[in-house]
C-alpha cells in the first residue's frame, strides 16, 4: 500500500487508558485498559480504515496495546515521545493533553511516513526485557554498595549484605536467562556469537548490542553510529566553525559499550589499541580517542555482522 493511501492512527498510551485519533477523520476516541475496550479499539480502527497505529514508548505501558493491534493485523510503530514532542512544540502546539498527544503523534508519523522502523520481533523483545533488567538490578546494587555504611550498627550492616546477596542471585538468574534466550533463537546466537568474537567484548556487552541494536548488519555505518549516539555532529554557523559533538542515540547502549570498549583500546584488542595510540599521539583527548574508537568499533560489528564473521585482525584493521 503506498503511503499516501495509508490511515495513520495516534494513540496515547496511559496506564488506565488510551487516546486513539485519526486525523484524516478529525476523530479521537478514548477508550479504557479493559478487554472490552481493546476489542472496542480495534473495531474502531477497523471502522476508520486505520492500517498503521503509531504510539510513543511509555515504559512498558504500550507493549500490550501494540500487542492487541497487531494480532488484529493493524501494523503498530513504537516512536521516541521527545521527538513528537519536539513535533509538536515546532508545530507551535504548546497545549498538552491526551487527546493533543494522540492528535500530535498522528501527524508526527503522517509527515515522517517514511522513517524506517524496527520490525516486530517477539523473541528480541523478551531479550531486551530481560537485558534492560539486569542492567536496572546492576545499577541498584552499585548504588547500594556505594551507599553502604562502614561503620553502622551490625543489624545495618547485615540488612545491606542480605540485600547485596540477594541482588548477586536475581541477576545470575537474569543472565542465565539472557543465556537461554539467546540461544533459544539462533539469529540471536550467531549474533552474539560474532559480536564476542572481538577481542575485549564480553558476554554482556554482546546480549546488549544483539538486544538493543538489532539495526546492526543491515543499516549504514554512519545510520548504526548515529543509533549508539557516538556520530559526530557539526555545529557551524556562517564563518564560525564549532566543535564537533556526539548527541541523542540509545544512551543505555552507549553506556553498555563505554567501559568494554575502553578495555579494548587500552589492553585486549591490538587493531583497536593501535587505532587509539594513533589518536592520541596526534593530540586528541583521551575521551575524544575513545569515542573514536567506540565509532570504529561499531562500523566494523556492523561490516562483520553483515558479512557473517568472526573477528580478524588481518581483515578489520583500521587506519
Not at 541477576?171 to 543465556?179: F, N
Not at 557551524?236 to 564537533?244: F, K, N, Q, Y
Not at 570498549?261 to 575524544?288: D, E, H, M, Q, S
Request: glycine share 6%; aromatic share 6%; proline share 4%.
Amino acid at each position: 500500500m503506498a503511503q499516501a493511501d495509508r490511515v495513520v492512527a495516534g494513540v496515547d498510551v496511559a496506564k488506565g487508558k488510551v487516546d486513539a485519533c485519526v486525523r484524516a477523520l478529525r476523530s479521537c476516541q478514548t477508550f479504557q485498559n479493559t478487554a472490552e475496550d481493546r476489542r472496542k479499539l480495534v473495531a474502531w480502527l477497523r471502522r476508520c480504515k486505520v492500517t498503521l497505529a503509531v504510539m510513543e514508548a511509555t515504559g512498558g505501558y504500550e507493549r500490550d496495546w501494540a500487542k492487541v493491534l497487531r494480532a488484529a493485523g493493524i501494523e503498530v510503530r513504537i516512536v521516541d515521545p521527545k521527538r513528537v514532542r519536539a513535533f509538536a512544540l515546532s508545530a507551535g502546539c504548546l497545549a498538552k493533553n491526551d487527546t493533543i498527544d494522540a492528535e500530535m503523534i498522528a501527524w508526527f508519523a503522517e509527515t515522517f511516513s517514511e522513517a524506517p522502523s524496527q520490525a516486530h520481533d517477539a523473541a528480541r523483545e523478551e531479550l531486551l526485557a530481560l537485558v534492560k533488567a539486569r542492567k536496572a538490578l546492576v545499577d541498584l546494587r552499585t548504588r547500594l554498595q556505594g551507599q553502604q555504611p562502614r561503620a553502622a550498627p551490625t543489624p545495618v550492616q547485615k540488612a545491606y549484605a542480605r540485600s547485596l546477596k540477594s541482588l548477586a542471585t536475581e541477576i545470575a538468574k537474569l543472565e542465565t536467562a539472557i543465556a537461554a534466550t539467546v540461544k533459544a533463537t539462533p539469529d540471536s546466537a550467531e549474533r552474539f556469537e560474532i559480536i564476542e568474537s572481538v577481542p575485549g567484548l564480553g558476554g554482556t556487552v554482546s546480549a546488549t548490542l544483539v538486544a538493543g541494536l538489532p539495526e546492526l548488519g543491515q543499516a549504514s555505518d554512519k545510520i548504526a553510529a548515529a543509533l549508539v549516539g557516538i556520530a559526530p555532529y557539526d555545529d557551524d554557523s556562517g564563518d564560525r566553525r564549532g566543535r564537533r559533538h556526539i548527541q541523542g542515540g540509545r544512551r543505555w547502549v552507549r553506556n553498555a559499550l563505554y567501559m568494554p570498549c575502553l578495555g579494548a583500546a587500552t589492553l585486549n584488542n591490538p587493531v583497536l589499541k593501535a587505532f587509539y595510540r594513533r589518536l592520541i599521539a596526534k593530540g586528541k583527548a583521551p575521551k575524544v580517542a575513545l569515542v573514536a574508537c567506540m565509532r570504529k568499533l561499531i562500523v566494523i560489528l556492523n561490516t562483520m555482522i553483515a558479512r557473517r564473521q568472526k573477528w580478524d585482525p588481518n581483515r578489520y584493521v583500521v587506519s
